[in-house]
């Protein structure tokens, strides 16, 4: 039986009790594909400070990259927040990305028919649901350049900067994640102003090349912004920098009603023969650690498990198990079973475990 090993850092708040229902799910996946998932047990964020005295303790990073992908749950809490930057929960995530290489931000953006209800959109424009995929450059650009302040301190600088290296290297993770998909893939930048665009545009002539089966056009972003609320169904694939992707994927996550939904994957560099056809990738639910609802049985597992299936596909190749993963999660919300984020009207909330344990059900069918 192929064996599959998965670095586990539940984190604080809500992380352990969402990354509880993923390693259930995970389970009831492997007994009915036969694979073997094993899982190593890491510490980071508030309860590594409480541990160790370190948000990321020595010989995390290390153990971590010795498995074939990280599922993480989500760090932080109040009781941390007056630490300085270097000594916070949320440096291990930064530190975590940085040391494992990941520069590719994989954010899907699902809006299911079954939700329609929780979309804040008019019905009319979303009837159908959307799929979409935010592809945002996570190591790069405005965020990594030099800044600074003039000598009076009157005046500030951040420097946009990006390598032709950088950009190829996440425009083909965007280009393999539309030929999975819808093949439609949409540069987002602003060519008619920033240099950088021009060169995110002048690699992408370069490299589109090699996926002749992938529609490719382009938006300026603040016609990208506009389009999101318009008619988010028409995107597949959006390919964009560091900035706009943050930007954009967080206008996304709103639209899909809750922000317990959604999983997100950063992905390193693609995967060597040496490595058995696995790529190495850091999963985790985009919220936090929610200290207003954690230890209640309230928080909403589906992104943490939409996580793992995000982990099953992109690092392990095992598109199967990640569609029927994705599929029970579907089969649970049509059965009518809402979590207290995602339930309207007189619907009675079920709490995160009886979620977890109704997703892992419905995949042993
Ligand atoms: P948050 O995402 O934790 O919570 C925002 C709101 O969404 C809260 O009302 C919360 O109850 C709700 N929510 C979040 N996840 C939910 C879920 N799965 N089910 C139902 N409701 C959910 O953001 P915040 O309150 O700004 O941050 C709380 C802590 O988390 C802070 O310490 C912050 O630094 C940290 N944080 C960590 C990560 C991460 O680990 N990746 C990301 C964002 C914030």
Wanted: aromatic residues 6%; charged residues 25%; proline residues 5%.
């Amino acid at each position: 039986m192929d064996e599959y090993r998965i670095a586990l850092i539940p984190g604080d708040g809500i992380g352990p009790e969402v990354i509880a229902p993923a390693v259930e799910v995970l389970a009831a996946a492997g007994k009915k594909f036969r694979r073997r998932f094993t899982f190593t047990m890491l510490e980071a964020g508030g309860a590594a400070i409480e541990r160790y005295g370190l948000p990321l303790p020595e010989g995390t990073v290390e153990a971590a990259a010795e498995c074939g992908a990280l599922l993480l749950g989500a760090v932080g809490g109040p009781q941390w927040d007056n630490l300085p930057g270097s000594g916070r929960p949320e440096r291990a995530l930064l530190d975590l990305r940085k040391e494992l290489g990941v520069f590719a931000n994989l954010r899907p953006a699902v809006l299911r028919p079954q939700l329609r209800d929780v979309c804040p959109l008019k019905k009319e424009l979303v009837q159908d649901g959307f799929d979409l995929l935010i592809v945002r450059e996570l190591t790069g650009g405005l965020y990594f350049g030099d800044r600074g302040r003039g000598a009076d301190g009157r005046s500030a600088f951040d420097m946009e900067s990006y390598s032709a290296v950088e950009i190829e290297r996440v425009l083909r993770a965007g280009y393999e994640a539309a030929l999975r998909r819808r093949k439609k893939l949409t540069l987002v930048d602003k060519a008619n102003v920033l240099e950088t665009s021009r060169l995110w545009r002048e690699v992408n002539g370069e490299v589109m090349g090699d996926y002749p089966g992938v529609a490719v056009d382009f938006l300026y972003v603040d016609n990208a912004a506009m389009q999101l609320v318009r008619a988010p169904g028409k995107f597949d694939v959006i390919v964009t920098s560091n900035l706009f992707g943050d930007i954009l994927s967080d206008e996304a996550s709103a639209l899909t009603g809750s922000i317990g939904m959604l999983p997100s994957a950063s992905l390193g560099a693609a995967p060597g023969a040496s490595s058995g056809g696995q790529r190495f990738g850091i999963y985790e639910p985009i919220h936090g650690s929610a200290p207003d609802i954690a230890g209640k049985d309230m928080a909403n597992p589906l992104g943490a498990i939409l996580s793992a299936a995000l982990m099953l596909r992109y690092s392990f190749g095992l598109e199967e198990e990640a569609l029927a993963v994705e599929a029970a999660v579907t089969a649970v919300l049509e059965a009518g079973l809402r979590t207290a984020d995602i339930a309207r009207g007189s619907t009675k909330p079920a709490g995160t475990r009886k979620m977890g344990a109704a997703v892992a059900e419905a995949l042993a069918g």
